[in-house]
């Protein structure tokens, strides 16, 4: 049910450290976002003190700010420009970890900010859904791991671990004989991840929605939690933040006082109620966005919201959208019209 970079090009995996090193270079570091009237002026970074996380100036929403523009519809290209402004989840694809890793560090770096990354190749990922996939089997998702801190390095990231990964273990989803090396995998990721100076780990938690803390506590102890920053609650989702809070909250207590993130990208509306109760987390209508990205939250026990999911990014081919993760420009406008 979440994004996937995988379908990107090789060609263009080996050459997103260069292109994005140069668009670094170009977005500046200062904390002083000016406001322009030009509908297809440069995206730039936001302020420092409140949004430590880059602002991808070169991202699906950018460059859609950039197509309205020349087209003169300035309208739209105001309303995407509210996604282009904010920083989001860079979800690492599966073919080239450590040059992305590299390419997105060393940008955010640059700008003087921190590369919010996601990390979405757990094997049997996604139980066979619009998602489906990851790495092949145990070994070579070490080996994706280890690319991927080899390309952080000692840069600062935030790290959001394996969308589902747990709770498709707790739900039943996932197989009950891949549950052990699953475990082993997470853990092993959280330590390897962890080793690096500047990376701050969250590890995935499910969401307000889906059952009781009660349910998961023990299995994210399993994955190693205890050896992360925290968790991350709502990851691709639609639930309120008050909402995910409380849900966080209560986690909170039993996995010894962690901190967590929220993802706010798309819950400014809360959760949709209607259709099929088995997809309304899919491309749901009349969603908003949430909260903008920042680490001044509502709770000490909230390390940030964040944009883990990318705005206008589409969850799969259900209400007509296309494959999970590709662009879909009237889906973003959607939601940003409805902020």
Not at 115 to 120: D, I, M, P, T
Not at 280 to 286: A, E, I, T, V
Not at 306 to 319: I, N
């Amino acid at each position: 049910m979440y994004d996937s970079r995988g379908a990107r090009s090789s060609a263009w995996a080996w050459a997103l450290g260069a292109v994005l090193l140069l668009a670094g270079c170009s977005s500046g570091g200062g904390d002083d976002k000016k406001e322009t009237a030009d509908p297809g002026a440069a995206i730039t970074q936001q302020p420092k003190g409140a949004d430590p996380f880059w602002v991808n100036p070169d991202s699906n929403a950018a460059r859609q700010v950039k197509a309205y523009a020349r087209a003169g519809k300035d309208a739209d290209a105001e309303r995407i420009r509210r996604i282009a402004a904010q920083p989001t989840g860079e979800w690492i694809g599966p073919e080239n970890p450590e040059q992305e890793a590299r390419g997105f560090t060393e940008a955010a770096q640059n700008s003087d900010r921190t590369a919010l990354l996601v990390l979405y190749d757990i094997p049997h990922r996604d139980c066979g859904q619009y998602s489906q996939g990851g790495a092949a089997d145990g070994d070579a998702y070490r080996a994706w791991i280890d690319g991927v801190a080899r390309g952080i390095q000692d840069r600062p990231a935030t790290v959001v671990l394996e969308p589902d990964a747990v709770l498709h273990l707790v739900d039943g989803c996932t197989r009950a004989q891949f549950a052990e090396e699953r475990y082993d995998l997470l853990r092993g990721a959280i330590t390897t991840l962890k080793a690096l100076k500047n990376t701050r780990v969250y590890l995935d938690a499910g969401n307000a929605g889906w059952g009781h803390p009660d349910q998961i506590y023990q299995p994210l102890q399993r994955a190693g939690v205890d050896l992360a920053d925290g968790f991350a609650v709502n990851v691709s989702n639609f639930y309120s933040t008050e909402d995910s809070i409380a849900y966080g909250k209560q986690l909170s207590r039993k996995v010894g006082g962690k901190h967590f993130v929220i993802d706010t990208s798309r819950n400014g509306n809360g959760p949709y109620a209607g259709g099929n109760p088995d997809e309304r987390w899919c491309n749901p209508p009349g969603r908003a966005l949430g909260e903008p990205p920042t680490t001044k939250t509502a709770d000490p026990l909230v390390d940030a919201y964040l944009w883990v999911k990318r705005p206008g990014e589409s969850d799969g081919t259900c209400k007509g959208g296309p494959q999970a993760g590709d662009w879909w420009p009237a889906y973003a406008l959607k939601l940003a019209s409805a902020s």
